[in-house]
T-cell receptor, first 112, second 111 residues
């Protein structure tokens, strides 16, 4: 039982490049979410999903896309990276939209 | 605007001292969660409070929920270096699906 896994752990991008941050969970949780963590800002919700095929925007969705084709996977896509997207990204899952969330180890992204 | 305000933002204590971290909500609290984050790692769930007046303890960490004040406190007794890290409170949404977090309190415990 791996819990929530994220890849890569660290990534450097140039402005304008695209990439996908991977997130997977093996707990059969319906609810998954992506957060970014910045100094002094705490954790801010980017996108979330309440089940396969269903996604919605969080507090800071601009510049990011998500999809949820399976219960297990919830990738986050940056279509055209900007320096403002330099951050630490966390994926989380929970059995429902209320309740304890289980977090992945994070992906550190640097956009030059 | 921040819906969950944590205080203090940072705390440095001597090992063995007690400390309290507060989390105040601008909205009615329907469920309050405490997490701990070590530097460079993900968040680890500590405990959840759902009812007014509820108090939970895990080892030397106690959390309380005051619904009337829309506030929760996290108290650590006889702090140890292993308690160091950032503590974040999080709250259940009463409408919609957007769980939200406080900005965190950074705790340093000096041996």
């Amino acid at each position: 039982n791996a819990g929530v896994t994220q890849t890569p752990k660290f990534q450097v991008l140039k402005t304008g490049q695209s990439m996908t941050l991977q997130c997977a969970q093996d707990m059969n949780h319906e609810y998954m979410s992506w957060y970014r963590q910045d100094p002094g800002m705490g954790l801010r919700l980017i996108h979330y999903s309440v089940g396969a095929g269903i996604t919605d925007q969080g507090e800071v969705p601009n510049g990011y896309n998500v999809s949820r084709s399976t219960t297990e996977d919830f990738p986050l896509r940056l279509l055209s990276a900007a320096p403002s997207q330099t951050s630490v990204y966390f994926c989380a899952s929970s059995p429902g939209w209320t309740g304890t969330q289980y977090f992945g180890p994070g992906t550190r992204l640097l956009v030059l | 605007s921040q819906e969950l305000e944590q205080s203090p933002q940072s705390l440095i204590v001597q090992e063995g001292k007690n400390l309290t971290i507060n989390c105040t909500s601008s909205k009615t609290l329907y469920g309050l969660y405490w997490y701990k984050q070590k530097y460079g790692e993900g968040l680890i769930f500590l405990m959840m409070l759902q009812k007014g007046g509820e108090e939970k303890s895990h080892e030397k960490i106690t959390a309380k929920l005051d619904e009337k004040k829309q506030q929760s406190s996290l108290h650590i007794t006889a702090s140890q270096p292993s308690h160091a890290g950032t503590y974040l409170c999080g709250a259940d949404p009463n409408t919609g699906n957007q769980f939200y977090f406080g900005t965190g309190t950074s705790l340093t415990v000096i041996p």
